[in-house]
């Protein structure tokens, strides 16, 4: 048992250092803004000019969003290049080509990673504006389409104040105290979650190896399954604070965070599908029912049980599907700690 302990605590403080890797420096160092541009609109063969001023002396990091909703509805794709560039460091500039997908949306994300001037230039460049066509007939022509910007940053400030430029942004402006506190309060719980996850992981490698029971992986499995359940509303607000969408369509980026949030409720219910017999007729279910609820609920369940068949899964299977997903859970949760 010792050894097995000194492992469990390596493994968790591994997990510590990567999860304080994951977390960008800024959230610790550097206050968080937004900054919303008006909604623009360009025009099939033209550029669309918007000059962004941030709040705060310098930018640590910033996440430009572009968002096109085509406006033509069965229309060709819309096709647009847009490039974001920094007014007083010439080398900070990217330009992305993007093209509306079947669902009439395109999504553009341009991040920044490194210290920058809050003064920042952006064109959007419709290239090719798809017209609605029935073979070589025209039935409507598409002339341009509408797009948002959502800007996402972290920015530091003089001893003096906040500094910076104006923002002008709608839903605009930065936290002199930091990021806000829904997040701060999301962040650690996913530091748990990931902690959690790794512990169930190696409980579970023991079983695997045939050095213990599945009694202790299922339970630290329950407490992460009820943690995401009641946590996702958290996830979905966070979302909504960073993004102003309850679900995004990602893959990158802080709008996908509540999509992250149920993909990781979602995984830690498999266990107890592909134990459902073991879990109802368990002494820790019978005892937790019959302690919330009455005796007699707990008696059916443990009844209900004990009629299933057994579960297709040995304990060593069951034991090495738990490990994959305590791994999985710890992908999943660096990747939020990213977004």
């Not at 341009?144 to 940053?153: A, P, R, T």
């Not at 079983?207 to 979905?236: H, K, Q, S």
């Amino acid at each position: 048992m010792g050894s097995i302990g000194t492992t469990g605590l390596a493994l968790l403080a591994l997990a510590v250092a990567m999860l304080m890797a994951a977390t960008p420096v800024a959230a610790a160092e550097s206050s968080y803004g937004t900054y919303l541009v008006e909604d623009g609109y360009t025009s099939e063969a033209t550029t669309a000019n918007r000059f962004v001023e941030l709040q705060g002396d310098e930018i640590v990091s910033a996440w430009f969003n572009f968002t096109f909703n085509e406006d033509v509805i069965n229309s060709a794709p819309d096709s647009f290049l847009v490039r974001v560039s920094n007014r007083d460091d010439a080398s900070m500039i990217v330009n992305l080509p993007g093209t509306t997908d079947v669902d009439g949306r395109l999504n553009i994300n341009i991040p920044f990673t490194r210290e920058a001037s809050p003064r920042w230039d952006v064109s959007v460049t419709c290239t090719d504006a798809g017209d609605t066509t029935l073979g070589p007939i025209v039935i409507e022509e598409d002339t341009g389409n509408g797009w948002s910007l959502q800007v996402e940053y972290y920015y530091t400030t003089d001893d003096g104040g906040n500094g910076g430029g104006p923002n002008n942004g709608e839903n605009g402006g930065g936290d002199d105290d930091g990021r806000p506190v829904l997040v701060t309060i999301f962040e650690i719980n996913l530091v748990i979650v990931a902690l959690l996850s790794l512990l169930v992981a190696f409980l579970a490698l023991q079983v695997w190896r045939g050095e213990g029971g599945l009694r202790m992986p299922l339970v630290f499995a329950l407490v992460i399954a009820v943690d995401a359940f009641f946590t996702l509303p958290i996830a979905l607000l966070v979302n909504l604070e960073l993004n102003d969408a309850i679900i995004g369509v990602g893959p990158f980026g802080p709008e996908w965070l509540g999509t992250l949030a149920i993909v990781l409720l979602v995984i830690w219910v498999i266990p107890f599908i592909l134990a459902r017999k073991r879990v109802l007729v368990s002494r820790d279910l019978y005892n937790l029912l019959s302690r919330v609820t009455n005796e007699g609920l707990a008696r059916s369940m443990r009844k209900r049980g004990e009629d299933r068949p057994d579960d297709r899964l040995s304990e060593g299977r069951l034991g090495l599907v738990l490990v994959g997903i305590g791994i999985t859970s710890v992908a999943v949760v660096a990747m939020m700690m990213l977004a």
